[in-house]
RNA sequence: CGGGGAAUAGUUCAGAUGGCUAGAACGCUGCGUUUGGGACGCAGAGGUCGCAGGUUCAAGUCCUGUUUCCCCGACCA
């Protein structure tokens, strides 16, 4: 079987995405702005994400909280690179009513009811949160604050994508607020090394994380972090971040806490987040030709049963069929039955691979004969024929084993597709054929990232190590290597 | 905002040079036969051909305008 992975183009898109999601079409004839519709089946994987990434946040001694989705215009402006940064992207709320029109069939947007200050969707909530944090801190006693939030987001971007950029976006954000930079450059590596744990734990991901460069950073930050992982295209794509805020925000926003020594200072804070891009990363990174491939952890569905009969035999396979079931959920919660009379065996197996379940379990005549079982797994397509009495143990070992080999296969995809180069004819090559992450080093200036931009369409995604070389484009002796790749 | 496409059934699309009473596949509904890798037969529902003008005996097809979408850039999680 050819493995050409799945990019976002729109075929792709409207055939088997269309089990997780669809477009929004929120106006007549168009879809608004790359806005999707998340489906059942998708959500329930976006909530398995949620869980373990809940619990993971919550580990690091971080509460969640709920801010509002606008936010005044005047709070936006107050941290000046901030409102540089997302002032291209916003959407904006005007007024606050309709009326009828004159003929009485429609509505338009009330004049009257004009908004005498506009309020921003959110695009990120530092703003808001931090206009609050600066009533909840006032002693070195509220320190350190750690909140978390789960929301959605507005960022009208020029080009969207379905999943990678989409207008609205769910995601998790954290904010903290500690008494030393160095307690809160802790608090962004804790972060960016959770996120990275997860993504290999969880979603079966390896990645590569490091500091951006200069013009890859969050608008208002002093450092940002970044989690990269290397779609089956070569591409890469970002899907976390952890930034250093210093002491912009509070000192634009005037959080102060009186210290242990009596005078009052600036603390020092950080905000990092994950988005529904991560689900995107995961169906990108590990999915084939046969469609989702989910990773058991994050499967909404680890084990899909089959029973395959007749008119003649139903009864009895049914029989079988609900009591090896039964066995199967006391240990695997999210086992299913598909019973349904009107579709072909066919039809069901080919169903469940499109969705990604791990394991399928098929049950007919043949295998009641034999008191047993056949199984295959969704990731090597791999059918076994198993005894009943082992048949629990065995899933549980299998679904372990998708996971790991998947995690496996993320490491050795991500070690071939990174490369290291002698010359820059030989990094333009790369970046032309089958692209991946390249490791050189980078003099640090702008005139070389734009210049390597220009030409290849790559950009730094995160710093590499400490060395000694040359600049990759201009050839000067540098300390930093770096990891190139082309983003999405 | 630049450069390319495109807009016809729920979806993907076909309908050179005008003749259409607008088609196919998949999907959908009903009945029957099926069911170990996307079942089959029969019957059916479904469209002011993006919108507005114009040319013509005749426009899905030609012309003008307009709107929207997609792809490639600039911007970005």
Redesign the pocket.
């Known amino acids: 079987m050819t493995n050409k992975g799945i990019t976002p183009?729109?075929k792709d898109y409207?055939q088997w995405y269309l089990d997780i999601i669809e477009?929004a079409e929120l106006?007549e004839?168009?879809?608004?702005?790359?806005c999707m519709v998340i489906k059942p089946y998708g959500f329930a994987i976006w909530e398995k994400i949620q869980a373990e990434l809940n619990r993971r946040i919550k580990s690091m001694g971080v509460s969640n909280a709920y801010f509002p989705l606008f936010i005044p215009k005047s709070f936006f402006s107050k941290e000046a690179q901030h409102i540089k940064?997302f002032a291209?992207?916003c959407a904006v709320v005007t007024h606050y009513r309709l009326k009828e029109t004159e003929d009485g069939k429609g509505v338009e947007v009330d004049p009257e009811a004009k908004l005498e200050e506009e309020l921003i969707v959110r695009p990120t909530s530092e703003t808001i949160m931090y206009d609050t944090f600066s009533r909840w801190v006032t002693s070195w006693r509220d320190l350190p604050l750690k909140i978390n939030q789960w929301a959605n987001i507005v960022?009208w971007?020029?080009?969207?994508?379905p999943?990678?950029?989409?207008?609205?976006?769910l995601?998790q954000e954290g904010h903290t607020v500690h008494m030393s930079h160095e307690e809160s450059q802790k608090q962004v590596l804790d972060a960016l090394e959770m996120y990275k744990s997860f993504a290999r734990e969880v979603l079966a991901l390896d990645t590569y994380t490091g500091k951006k460069s200069e013009s890859?950073k969050?608008?208002g930050a002093l450092d940002t972090y970044?989690v990269e992982a290397l779609m089956q295209d070569g591409k890469a794509?970002?899907?976390g971040?952890s930034h250093d805020l210093g002491q912009n925000f509070s000192k634009s926003f005037e959080i102060k806490y009186a210290d242990k020594d009596g005078e009052v200072k600036y603390p020092w804070q950080t905000s990092w987040?994950v988005?529904?891009?991560m689900m995107g990363a995961v169906i990108m990174s590990h999915s084939d030709d046969?469609g989702l491939v989910l990773p058991p952890i994050i499967a909404p569905i680890k084990v899909v049963v089959i029973p395959?009969?007749?008119?003649e035999n139903k009864d009895e396979v049914m029989k079988f069929t609900q009591n090896i079931t039964g066995q199967i959920t006391k240990k695997i919660e999210d086992t299913h039955i598909d019973d349904r009379?009107?579709?072909?065996?066919?039809?069901k197996?080919?169903?469940w691979?499109?969705k990604g379940v791990p394991i399928?379990i098929?049950?007919?005549?043949?295998?009641?004969e034999k008191d047993s079982v056949?199984i295959?797994r969704r990731d090597i397509?791999e059918?076994k024929e198993i005894k009943v009495d082992d048949i629990v143990g065995e899933i549980e070992r299998v679904l372990i084993d998708i996971q790991e080999s998947l995690l496996r296969r993320s490491t050795e995809i991500l070690k071939k597709g990174t490369h290291t180069v002698e010359s820059y004819d030989e990094f333009k090559k790369i970046l032309l054929g089958d692209k991946g992450f390249i490791k050189s080093y980078w003099c640090g200036s702008k005139e070389c990232e734009d210049g390597i931009?220009y030409d290849s369409?790559a950009t730094t995604r995160c710093f590499s190590k400490e060395g000694s070389g040359k600049c990759i484009y201009c050839g000067k002796e540098s300390k930093k290597e770096w990891v190139f790749a082309i983003?999405?």
């Open positions: 183009r729109e409207s477009r106006a004839n168009s879809s608004v702005r790359g940064g291209k992207e960022r971007e020029k080009r969207t994508r999943f990678l950029r989409t207008t609205e976006f995601w890859e969050f608008a970044g794509l970002q899907f971040t987040g988005s529904t891009r046969l395959i009969f007749k008119d009379e009107y579709l072909s065996p066919g039809f197996f080919n169903e691979e499109k399928r098929e049950i007919g005549k043949r295998d009641i056949t295959v397509n059918k931009k369409k983003p999405y």
